[in-house]
């Protein structure tokens, strides 16, 4: 089955978030992970995001750098925040870290996923 997995350039745990939600309101031109900064304000899901996610049907998978890197194993060094296809065990890289940074806003991320799982 065909997934898309979406990793963060940010780890995992309650302190990281915290570290990672301060760094978005006092520095947020400085903020290393657009991925985040595109589907989530400060605190809570965009609620554009948050409708795409909750009603489509494709197979959408969400990890930390460090929970992607430990369920992975990956022989290939990766930048991150970073957009993989997954079928089956085969990984293939649909955003790179670049073009993940390179995006304004979740309308553009939604409008790149609808465009793959036509």
Same mark, same amino acid.
């Given at each position: ?5 979406? @990793? ?7 302190? /990281?978030?915290?570290?990672?939600? #301060? $760094? +978005?309101?006092?520095?947020?031109? &400085? ?16 609620? @554009? ?7 489509? /049907?494709?197979?959408?998978?969400? #990890? $930390? +750098?460090?929970?992607?890197?430990? &369920? ?47």
């Amino acid at each position: 089955m065909e997934q898309l997995i979406l @990793v963060y350039n940010a780890n995992s745990g309650w302190h /990281n978030s915290l570290i990672d939600s #301060l $760094h +978005k309101v006092v520095s947020p031109k &400085t903020y290393d992970c657009n991925l985040c900064a595109i589907t989530f304000g400060v605190f809570f899901e965009k609620e @554009v995001w948050k409708k795409f996610r909750t009603e489509t /049907n494709i197979e959408l998978q969400f #990890l $930390h +750098k460090n929970e992607f890197l430990e &369920t992975y194993k990956p022989k290939e060094k990766y930048d991150f925040p970073i957009i993989f296809k997954s079928e089956g065990n085969k990984l293939e890289v649909l955003l790179k870290s670049e073009e993940v940074n390179g995006l304004k806003n979740p309308q553009d991320l939604i409008k790149i996923i609808k465009g793959v799982f036509k």
